[in-house]
């Protein structure tokens, strides 16, 4: 049985990618379709995602966090951009720290190799699916983006996910939420002043 997943990461280079060297230094980088975010992780990851999603009929935020809560946003044709956040989390029980979010991003199921699949978490991490654009790495700082914006219409997303990763390594589904009004297109002002922006048509620059 086939759960769906996602994410988002293209290189900058050393100081867009947040490393720290310099004040300047940006705390967020771009992976790009088909380079691997790494995963270290050793607990299980085969259990249903939270995302936001886009089926093409209907907008929804679908938190799995503890049961199934779903909050439709709006119909398909009605969404003109976005501006979303995820659950900032807290450390775990055994005092962890979360040191960075990673967000995917997949378009609409090619129906041959979609992902993500039960089973095949890995592969997804690798973003070697046919449907996942890219990934975005964030610090987990307080200096670091709590929100991304998508001006893009129409949009090309067909699910989003987050995960908040772990000083320790392991990896925790965490869920997205979009902010409320925006589908209708987001407006100056929708934003925080350090909020990352997609680019037209999702392009990044190289």
Request: hydrophobic letters at 35%; glycine letters at 8%; charged letters at 30%.
């Amino acid at each position: 049985m086939r759960t769906r997943i996602a994410a988002v990461v293209f290189s900058f280079g050393l100081l867009a990618a947040g490393t720290g060297l310099g004040e300047d230094a940006k705390p967020w980088k771009v992976v790009p379709k088909g380079t691997a975010v790494e995963f270290k992780g050793k607990k299980n990851m085969n259990y249903r995602w939270s995302l936001l999603r886009d089926d093409g009929i209907e907008v929804r935020e679908q938190d799995f966090v503890k049961g199934r809560n779903e909050k439709k946003l709006c119909l398909h044709r009605e969404l003109k951009g976005l501006v979303f956040s995820w659950d900032q989390k807290e450390p775990d029980e055994n005092k962890n720290k979360v040191a960075k979010y990673v967000i995917f991003f997949c378009g609409e199921d090619v129906n041959v190799n979609s992902g993500p699949v039960s089973g095949q978490e890995k592969k997804f991490f690798d973003q070697q699916f046919a449907n996942q654009m890219f990934a975005i790495e964030i610090e987990a700082t307080d200096k670091a983006p709590k929100q991304i914006v998508d001006k893009n219409s129409p949009t090309k997303w067909g699910r989003i996910y987050a995960f908040a990763v772990y000083s320790n390594d392991e990896w925790v589904s965490t869920p997205v939420r979009a902010k409320e009004g925006t589908w209708k297109g987001p407006k100056e002002g929708d934003w925080d002043k350090d909020a990352i922006v997609l680019p037209d048509k999702y392009e990044w620059p190289k």
